[in-house]
């Protein structure tokens, strides 16, 4: 099953996240197939970019987004 969630970048104390569609199976930062957005808990206000055509795709070919991204997601639709 392909699910849709964070892959962790940065540095230690300094996250920064890649939103990606990736195998369930896989480790949380090892191959994914398609990055989808990014996700910056270290800054204030919009902290996230999300391609929402990605992941309408993916999600229509049974894809399931993590808790996290799916927030993202919702946030995303709500404001455009």
Do not use: F
Not at 13 to 18: A, C, E, G, N, S
Not at 31 to 55: F, H, R, S, W
């Amino acid at each position: 099953m392909v699910a849709l969630r964070l892959n962790r970048q940065g540095s230690k104390d300094r996250p920064y996240y890649k939103i990606v569609a990736v195998d369930s199976r896989a480790r949380r930062d090892g191959a994914y197939i398609e990055q989808l957005g990014t996700y910056n808990p270290m800054l204030e206000g919009v902290n996230y970019t999300i391609d929402l055509t990605k992941v309408d795709k993916w999600i229509g070919n049974g894809a399931q987004p993590s808790e996290t991204v799916a927030s993202i997601i919702k946030k995303e639709r709500a404001k455009a």
